[in-house]
């Protein structure tokens, strides 16, 4: 596995709607965190590694959490 040991600036595949545009989503990965944008655009949102795995955690938990509540239900209408 590569180290990051310096920023790196990739053009991602996916784009964004905003205002009446569309432009894809700009990702800079830095040695300790990662910075999100549109691409010509100028503000920037930041994000610490463990803070994305966290959220991502999270959101699978909620999605599985979901998944068993509607099973539940299913069985007991059935």
């Given at each position: 596995?590569?180290?990051?040991?310096?920023?790196?600036?990739?053009?991602?595949?996916?784009?964004?709607?905003?205002?009446?545009?569309?432009?894809?989503v700009v990702i800079e990965i830095h040695p300790g965190y990662m910075?999100?944008?549109?691409?010509?655009c100028r503000r920037r949102y930041s994000l610490t590694y463990d803070?994305?795995?966290?959220?991502?955690?999270?959101?699978?938990?909620?999605?599985?959490?979901?998944?068993?509540?509607?099973?539940?239900?299913?069985?007991?209408?059935?």
């Amino acid at each position: 596995m590569t180290y990051i040991n310096r920023p790196v600036r990739r053009e991602t595949a996916t784009s964004i709607r905003d205002g009446g545009r569309v432009l894809p989503v700009v990702i800079e990965i830095h040695p300790g965190y990662m910075t999100l944008r549109q691409k010509g655009c100028r503000r920037r949102y930041s994000l610490t590694y463990d803070a994305a795995y966290r959220y991502a955690v999270r959101l699978q938990v909620e999605f599985e959490r979901r998944e068993r509540v509607a099973a539940k239900g299913k069985r007991r209408t059935t």
